[in-house]
């Protein structure tokens, strides 16, 4: 349970409770109400829960570093750092999930595209997919892609993985990486 006092010379303030939802499997039911009874105030019930994100198995051979970028300034253009490992002389694809809002600049992953490193690369709402040419023996890939948010706050975009092209079974998922972006 959470409680708060409203102070009448601060109606117009936004006022947040937190509590721990009830816990164990089953049916839960929330009350959110004001004692005594206020006229034109206003509620807003938010649950938020999750599912552990298993441990990825290093059976594949593949390696895969995809945080999300340092120090997001809405509007302002960060360098998203990815960096993978993989078997020699494997094509390689990796879809990166992004936040909503996020923009990546196109004109570096053209050159990538021109210098051999990638093969194809797709831009969409809410991910990027690479198609990256074999690495050589005891090469790491390394790319600093330029990405612009468009939408401030904390987000959270899809999964990222990794996998040999076309084999399913050879494949490294990331779990989802919240983006903190300041306005």
Do not use: C, K
């Amino acid at each position: 349970m959470a409680r708060r006092v409203l102070d009448a010379s601060a109606l117009r303030d936004l006022v947040v409770l937190e509590a721990p939802a009830a816990a164990g499997p089953g049916l839960h039911s929330w009350t959110v109400a004001a004692d005594p009874p206020v006229a034109g105030l206003g509620f807003q019930l938010d649950l938020q829960s999750w599912v552990a994100w298993p441990e990825a198995a290093p059976t594949t051979g593949l390696e895969l570093q995809a945080p999300a970028p340092v120090g997001l300034r809405l509007g302002q253009t960060s360098i998203l750092d990815l960096t993978a490992a993989a078997p020699a002389g494997q094509a390689l694809v990796l879809d990166q999930g992004l936040p909503a809002g996020v923009q990546v600049d196109s004109a570096p992953l053209e050159a990538l595209v021109m210098q051999g490193t990638l093969s194809r690369y797709r831009i969409a709402d809410g991910s990027l997919h690479l198609e990256i040419n074999p690495l050589t023996a005891a090469e790491t890939l390394r790319l600093r892609l330029p990405v612009t948010p468009t939408l401030s706050g904390r987000l959270l975009g899809g999964a990222t993985t990794l996998m040999v092209a076309g084999r399913d079974d050879l494949a490294l998922t990331l779990p989802p990486v919240a983006w903190t972006i300041g306005g």
